[in-house]
C-alpha cells in the first residue's frame, strides 16, 4: 500500500495545525490548542496518514482500556481529509484498519481489542455520507444514534408562530442582545445555576477553560447575552466551524423562560448568520443520557425551523 500513518507527536504540531486549516472539512475543534486544554484526561493516540510523504489525512484519536476511540474530549472525529485525501478513502480504511490490528500494539504497548469512532453530522459535509458508507461496508456496527437538529441557513427555514408570537405582543419588547468573549456573566449567573437545578449537572468546559479556549479562538467561540436593562435574561455560547454555527450551551433565567427568551435568541442569532452567509446552524441533539428523546426540546427546535436527522457512532471489534 502507498499509504503511510503514524501516531502524532507533538515535535509536528504545527503540520498538524496547518493541515487543518486547509483540509476538506476541518474545524478549529482539531487544532492542537483546542484538543490538548485538556491533554492530560486522554491518552493522545491521533493519527497522520501520508501518501508520497503528502499528508492527506489526519484522524484525532486516545486509547482507554484498550479501546481505540476517535478522540472523546470531542464532540466528534473520524478522518479530517485534504482533497488528495478525499480520493483514497477506501485505501485509508483498510490501513486504519490494519494499524489497529497489527501496529498499534508495538506503538502503544496496548492490544486494541476494539475501535469506536464518532462521525461528525451527515449535514455538516458530503464527504461524511460516504466515511458512513465505508465504515459499513468494511463490518463497522452502529452503536449509538443521536437524534440531532439543525437548520439549513441557505435554504427558506420556517418558524412556527408560536415562537414568533412574542414580536407581536410585546412580550420581546425592550429585549437587548450582547454579543461579545466575556462569558462569566452567563456562566455564573445563568448556566451553571440552571444546569445544577434543573438536571443536577454542569458545563462540560468550566468557566475557566471556556475563557481560555475563547482566548485562542476569539473567531470561533463567541456569546450572545440577552438583557432586559441590566438582568440577563438568557444566553448561547455558538461555535463558529467554518460555514457552520453550533450551538454549544443554552440557558435561560427563570424570568427568561417566561418570555421565550432563548427563542428570541436563536431566532434573530439565525437571521444574523444567514446574513453573514453561513450555510447550516447546528441545534445539537435533544437525547437525555439513556438515549431516550427529550419531546419537549424536540418539539421545542422544529418549532423553530429545524429538521432531525441521525448522528451515528461506529465501532468494530478485532
Given at each position: ?12 504540531e504545527t ?69 488528495i485525501g ?175 427568551a432563548v ?56
Open positions: 500500500m502507498d499509504i503511510k500513518v503514524q501516531k502524532y507527536h507533538p515535535s509536528i503540520e498538524w495545525n496547518q493541515f487543518i486549516k486547509t483540509s476538506v472539512a476541518g474545524t478549529f475543534l482539531f487544532h492542537r490548542d483546542f484538543m490538548d486544554y485538556h491533554k492530560e484526561r486522554f491518552e493522545d493516540h491521533s493519527l497522520m496518514f501520508y501518501k508520497e510523504n503528502q499528508l492527506i489525512c489526519c484522524m484525532p484519536a486516545h486509547i482507554k482500556s484498550q479501546v481505540f476511540y476517535s478522540h472523546r474530549g470531542l464532540s466528534y472525529g473520524g478522518w479530517i481529509l485534504s482533497e478525499t480520493e483514497n478513502m477506501h485505501l485509508l480504511m483498510e490501513v486504519f484498519l490494519e494499524y489497529i490490528k497489527d501496529a498499534i500494539f508495538s506503538v502503544s504497548g496496548s492490544l486494541i481489542v476494539k475501535a469506536e469512532v464518532q462521525l461528525p453530522p451527515l449535514s455538516y459535509h458530503k464527504l461524511h455520507q460516504e466515511m458512513a458508507h465505508i465504515f459499513k461496508e468494511k463490518g463497522f456496527r452502529v452503536n449509538r444514534i443521536l437524534d440531532n437538529l439543525f437548520v439549513k441557513l441557505d435554504q427558506k427555514y420556517r418558524v412556527s408562530s408560536k415562537k414568533t408570537r412574542g414580536y407581536r405582543n410585546g412580550k420581546f419588547a425592550g429585549l437587548k442582545i450582547e454579543r461579545s468573549n466575556d462569558f462569566k456573566r452567563f456562566w455564573e449567573q445563568v448556566l451553571v445555576p440552571q444546569l445544577r437545578a434543573r438536571y443536577a449537572s454542569q458545563p462540560v468546559h468550566s468557566l475557566d477553560e471556556i475563557e481560555l479556549l475563547a482566548s485562542k479562538f476569539p473567531e470561533n467561540i463567541v456569546q450572545h447575552n440577552l438583557y432586559r436593562e441590566d438582568q440577563l435574561l438568557a444566553g448561547i455560547t455558538f461555535f463558529i466551524k467554518n460555514d457552520i454555527v453550533k450551538s454549544q450551551y443554552t440557558a435561560s433565567s427563570s424570568l427568561g423562560l417566561k418570555i421565550n427563542g428570541y435568541l436563536y431566532m434573530e442569532a439565525m437571521k444574523e448568520f444567514q446574513e453573514k452567509g453561513f450555510l447550516l446552524m447546528d441545534y445539537g441533539s435533544v437525547n437525555e443520557p439513556d438515549g431516550s428523546v427529550n419531546k419537549g426540546l424536540l418539539r421545542f427546535k422544529k418549532e423553530l425551523g429545524c429538521e432531525k436527522e441521525e448522528w451515528k457512532r461506529w465501532e468494530i471489534e478485532f
